[in-house]
């Protein structure tokens, strides 16, 4: 058994033309044409799959849509696998982005609809309708005899997911499906959850997703596979949705899980206040050198007469060309170092980076890496600026990511569990 990774699309794509020298495009670039995915720029595709959400699609709620309606209409009308030119050893999922919904009464979609949306976009895998609790109370399973701790908005949620797994099961059975349907259990406790796996598990459903599990714990997670595992029967597969934990993720498959999603790898490329770059065994800060145009807060101070435009451009050109410098060994450390400081003081007087930022670049992790993105880019996939440096970093992150949990998975199958134990259905 494996544990496949399924990276969350939210059409992350970077323009193969980019100029880093010059930060210029090619002008002849059509975006959805030319601009590649992870799996077509790096050498080795760096998950097993894509989890496609109807909610990042047609843009429910806040979110808006990531495609355009040519977009849209061009992923059901030719199917996911050629729509993201997919190799064919990878898979597809799809499912309903319940996050996005998370704060309606009901869900916004109903199940022959994302039925409907799942056999046009021909996933292989495709999860039902759910909604997701807000919140997570382990105490709540010693309950007092007589008194229901549980909020009644909690179980409504359980139960509506519940009902649609139901529905959506009962219509891939009726319908002409292909992909293999997966029912969501929601939960706020580990016994909450082991009591929604039973229940998918008398409707027929052989493959499970766990949902509601981003805010939780790695600690909080294993007490709920523990306790699904003393109810789960042997053939059925977990699928975890949205991980933000992953580190520890490979020690899952004890539990039966077979997969799970995340963009975290991507998001934490220039989301996150310091693991921006990743490397086997540890992060890296990615040093910061913003674009003075186009950044609202540096042009408003620019404006209002604290800062002079000419001397703020001169010192994002010196840090640049000074990173650049050091990056094919022209420059000693401390030299570029003090340009990336002076212009930190410019546009984020209050940070404290500097050991950070000489750790990265004493280390020259992107040296040692093998990935297309930083054998082709070098140093600049640890700068952060602007969409292209930041995409390829969440790309290189991908490929390390990837790499870590075939090591760990590996060092896993050496000990497995029997298949069937006593006592199971
Ligand atoms: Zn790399």
Redesign the pocket.
Known sequence: MSMKFFFADSQDTVDPSFDFEAESRSEWRIRQRDDVYPHELLAKPPYDGILISKAIVDGNGADGSRYSLAQRQRLRRQGARSFFRLPALLETMGDCGAFSYIREEVPPFRPEDVADFYVDCQFDYGISVDHVILGYQASFDAGLPGLDPVPAEWRRRQEITLELASEFLRLCRSGDVRFIPLGVAQGWSPRSYSVAVEKLQAMGYSRIALGGMVPLKTHAILRCLESIDSVRCSNVQLHLLGVTRCAQIAHFQKYGVTSFDSTSPMRQAFKDGKDNYYTLNRTYLAIRVPQVEGNPALQARIRAGELKQEQVLRLERACLSALREYGSGMLPVDTALEHVLAYERVHHPDARREEMYREVLSDRP?DS???T??RSIGIH?VIFRGTERNKRRGF?NL??FYQRLGSQAQRRSVKTRPVVAAGRR
Do not use: E, Q
Request: with cysteine.
């Open positions: 992107w890496c093998l990935c993105v930083c996939v290189h490929s390390v």
